[in-house]
């Protein structure tokens, strides 16, 4: 099965990379076929424009235009003007030595008015030789055949040079470029702005002499043809470049030498006249002057400053891999940084471009590539969520396949379950229906439905009880019939309300509508699998926290990855200890062997052989716990894990250990005195006089007194510590005290050992077996007296403290080294005094007097001085009544 699931996984791999690549290749194709066709070319002048906006350089203060403005107007007249003014302003001017007049006006037609004026016009540009002349195509209608409008023959033949002034606009409006070369069939008319530069900079050298041999199409001489484009890299907004008014020139209102040795353009600025174009740095003044523009490729080309726009197939094959970049990082960015990494490509694509156009002349049109690489986002994750809602579904499939053996609510079965619950509750029949009243099941005395069922919970008509419950997804009443002296509690109605907690029927299909939103429903089927998986958890959860043992589940590597609250206690004693993600290197030393193995052998037995180990061991606090350790099989480990399971045997060990101690005793301590017996019978059986027999007999006595004392204590002991229940009364505890103190009369004086007694009250009530708190003072008080010199006293007090009775044996004996109180209420524990030999104990007394006191629900408390005497207070709870203290006499 995980040899499928891993061929299934590759093969999901395998489809995703073969689509990311196929994306990448259709992207990129995509984008090649927008870049050949110009599909974006709108978009590529604006980013052009916007980029060119940016560039701004100093021009150069040689190049001045006289403007035909609206002041001028206002003050020589309307337009046209008379000739001899152009003529009186190219002598005034030609005075200073300009390099090249461009007198960029259209002399076509004579001056029908002024024949005189075309003369001396003609004559001062003769003069002159530095006049250039504009050429322009001349067509009557879009299909006529284009015309060459030449200046009259007079201006051609005295004109420096002659230059076309077309400015080629694009589709959108805006002036970006101009032909260097236009003309009817084969270009041959340079552009205006290369004219004056023949004349002006006549050894300079010219692009299109550069390339023109290089070039040899075929011309058609019916139509206007163009070649060289040449991308205006505009110096500046409109008025960039020195200006004057031609009033103020004609005036002489300007200072000396202001013409010499510059390129002087005369052109139109004034409101609706001459060709002002929109250009990429018109800016908020909308248009720029045709001059202007001539103006700004003039001094394009003398600083060899030009704007190449990069050959297309470079463009595509630039393109194509600015497209594929973030296409191929996608794979390896993760959500949150995808976006962020396609932004900063995107910007640098934009920088880029920007950078290349402004330091090296170089147009990229890259808004196929932005563009693209915009829609490649969308794109790959369209794709990304569709791989990874394929993989969703296929989890989710198969996690749903495992919750149904995993789920903890497993197919209800309401017969079952109404038997079990009728253990509890007095159901005498009961009856499930659909909502006509046909009985689903039925068991028992069935009930008739008599009343109006409420929306939720039970409805309770007499001893009926009803219910609207969901069946098989269907609607239906559940009835229950009840004794009719059933009384309901409510624990029993949280147990009826169970029934109603889920649907009767586990069908986990839904009534689902015609159209349903998919991931919705992907998102329930997570969100029901998280639930059932939850709970699943909570019970393993609780179930751990609920063993009494300690379990510790840990890797290979020796950290525990789980375990419950009772490991924590066991190993700390603490249940809240953090325990998880530790290693067993810091938990191990807590805890030591006592069979004397290492924990490094225990633990590779089970991580390489897959042993299963038991070993006994002892925490550092004394606590016993028996350690099994099996192998557990952790998915996605290299090696097993295992289990670590704690034990704690320390009553065990402790029942072992008196088991043993009683042993001891009955091999010696009962076996002694009875061996004595027979050697003393094997004796008397030789023996015949009087004397002998009598001494033989009373040292049988003593060793059967002796034996019989063991036993009564041995006994009495056993039923202190009985699990059975033991009959209390009411007792008056002085009345007890004082029957004890009467037994061991004979002994005190025996030993010459005086006891007295202090009561503080008349009477002190409790609640208790006589006669086991008889002995427990009994036993008490012979302690004293053995560990007691001669003439000594044994004080007996009983006084209320709190709310305990306490009655303290207080002797001026021996004492008890303070390294040996702890261990006295022990079985078959011996001390010694200090100063007095007595008789030792078997080690019985004591105990009983600490059994019968937890019986009690009392404690027994020690003080003791070695050589000075000791003080045993045996405290009982007082009863409590309204007569427990009586009254002092």
Same mark, same amino acid.
């Given at each position: ?288 002057? !045709? ?8 001094? /394009? *080309?003398? @600083? #060899?400053?030009? $704007?190449?726009? =990069? ?117 005498? !029949? ?8 046909? /009985? *689903?099941? @039925? #068991?028992?005395? $069935?009930?008739? =439905? ?117 490991? !924590? ?9 953090? *325990? ?7 938990? =191990? ?301």
């Amino acid at each position: 099965m995980n040899w499928n699931k891993n061929k299934n996984k590759d093969s999901v791999r395998y489809s995703a990379k073969v689509e990311h690549y196929l994306l990448v290749i259709l992207l990129s194709i995509t984008a090649a076929l927008f870049v050949h066709n110009d599909i974006l070319w709108r978009w590529d002048n604006l980013i052009y424009d916007a980029q060119l906006s940016h560039w701004s350089r100093t021009v150069s203060d040689d190049i001045i235009i006289i403007d035909i403005d609206d002041e001028s107007l206002e003050q020589i007249g309307r337009w046209p003007w008379p000739r001899s003014i152009h003529a009186q302003l190219i002598n005034q001017i030609d005075q200073e030595s300009p390099r090249v007049i461009g007198l960029d006006i259209i002399f076509n037609e004579p001056d029908s008015n002024n024949p005189v004026a075309d003369v001396l016009l003609a004559r001062a540009m003769r003069k002159s030789g530095k006049v250039v002349l504009p050429v322009f195509m001349s067509q009557e209608s879009n299909n006529a055949t284009p015309i060459e409008a030449l200046p009259l023959p007079e201006f051609t033949f005295n004109a420096a040079a002659l230059g076309h002034v077309h400015i080629d606009v694009s589709d959108d409006g805006i002036a970006r470029r101009v032909f260097l070369k236009e003309g009817i069939g084969e270009p041959h008319w340079m552009h205006y702005s290369l004219a004056i530069l023949s004349v002006s900079d006549k050894g300079i050298k010219l692009k299109t002499e550069t390339t023109q041999n290089n070039l040899k199409p075929s011309y058609s001489p019916m139509q206007w043809s163009r070649e060289y484009p040449f991308l205006i890299p505009y110096a500046g907004p409109p008025g960039h470049f020195n200006h004057i008014g031609y009033s103020q020139v004609l005036s002489g209102l300007y200072t000396k030498d202001l013409f010499r040795d510059k390129i002087v353009l005369i052109g139109a600025t004034a409101e609706g006249m001459g060709d002002a174009l929109p250009t990429p740095l018109s800016g908020d003044s909308g248009i720029m002057n !045709g001059v202007e523009i001539v103006a700004n490729v003039i001094d /394009a *080309i003398r @600083n #060899d400053i030009s $704007i190449t726009e =990069l050959d297309k197939t470079w463009l595509i094959l630039v393109t194509a891999l600015l497209v594929a970049l973030p296409v191929f990082l996608y794979p390896y960015l993760s959500p949150g940084n995808t976006l962020i990494v396609l932004f900063g490509i995107f910007a640098s694509t934009v920088l880029m471009a920007a950078l290349l156009l402004w330091l090296f002349g170089i147009w990229v049109p890259l808004a196929t590539a932005l563009l693209f690489q915009v829609l490649s986002y969308p794109l790959w994750s369209w794709r990304r969520l569709d791989h990874a809602m394929r993989h969703i579904n296929a989890e989710l499939d198969e996690l749903t396949a495992r919750q149904k053996s995993l789920s903890v609510r497993t197919q209800r079965n309401l017969i079952d379950e109404i038997r079990f619950i009728s253990q509890f509750v007095s159901i005498k !029949g009961w009856v499930l229906q659909d909502k006509n009243g046909r /009985a *689903i099941i @039925n #068991d028992g005395a $069935i009930p008739t =439905l008599n009343i109006n069922i409420r929306s939720k919970g039970w409805s309770v008509d007499g001893y009926r009880y009803w219910a609207n419950v969901t069946y098989k997804n269907k609607p239906c009443c559940l009835g229950l019939s009840m004794g009719a002296d059933a009384v309901i509690t409510d624990d029993e109605m949280r147990l009826l309300n169970s029934l109603l907690s889920t649907s009767l029927s586990n069908n986990n299909e839904k009534t689902r509508s015609y159209v349903e939103d998919v991931l919705q429903r992907k998102i329930d089927q997570v969100q029901s699998a998280g639930v059932e998986y939850e709970q699943l958890r909570r019970i393993i959860d609780d179930s751990l926290s609920g063993m009494a043992d300690g379990v510790l589940i840990c890797s290979s590597r020796g950290q525990v990855m789980l375990s419950n609250r009772r490991a !924590g206690w066991y190993l700390f004693a603490d249940d809240d200890a953090e *325990i998880n993600g530790r290693s067993l290197n810091e938990i =191990l030393p807590t805890i030591r062997q006592k069979d004397g193995e290492n924990w490094k052998a225990l633990l590779q037995r089970v991580l390489f052989n897959q042993e299963r180990v038991l070993t006994h061991v002892v925490h550092e606090d004394g606590r016993n716990l028996m350690v099994e350790i099996s192998p557990l099989r952790i998915i996605g480990d290299v090696l097993d894990g295992f289990i670590i399971n704690l034990s704690d045997i320390s009553q065990l060990k402790a029942s072992e250990n008196k088991r043993t101690e009683v042993l001891n005793f009955l091999s010696h301590d009962l076996r002694s005195p009875l061996a004595s017996m027979i050697a003393m019978i094997e004796l008397a059986k030789n023996k015949t006089a009087v004397d002998d027999m009598h001494n033989m007999l009373e040292g049988m006595e003593k060793q059967t007194n002796k034996t019989l004392h063991l036993a009564e204590q041995f006994l009495q002991l056993s039923r202190a510590n009985t699990t059975e229940d033991l009959k209390f009364y009411d007792i008056d505890f002085n009345s007890v005290v004082l029957n004890a103190i009467d037994q061991l009369w004979a002994l005190s004086r025996q030993q010459q050992v005086t006891i007295e007694h202090e009561f503080q009250h008349e009477a002190l009530w409790a609640r208790g077996e006589p006669d086991l708190l008889e002995r427990a003072i009994i036993n008490l008080l012979s302690n004293a007296i053995k560990h007691s010199e001669a003439n000594s006293v044994v004080q007996v007090t009983v006084q209320l403290t709190q709310e305990n009775i306490s009655c303290c044996v207080i002797d001026q004996g021996s004492g008890i080294a303070a390294e040996d109180v702890p261990h006295l209420f022990e079985l078959f524990q011996r001390t010694n005094g200090a100063g007095v030999e007595r008789i030792q104990g078997i080690g019985l007394g004591l105990a009983f007097v600490d059994a019968v006191a937890k019986r009690h629900a009392g404690y027994v408390n020690i003080e003791s001085i070695l050589g000075e005497g000791s003080s045993f207070c045996l405290l009982l709870p007082v009863l409590e009544t309204e007569e427990v203290i009586g009254v002092e006499g």
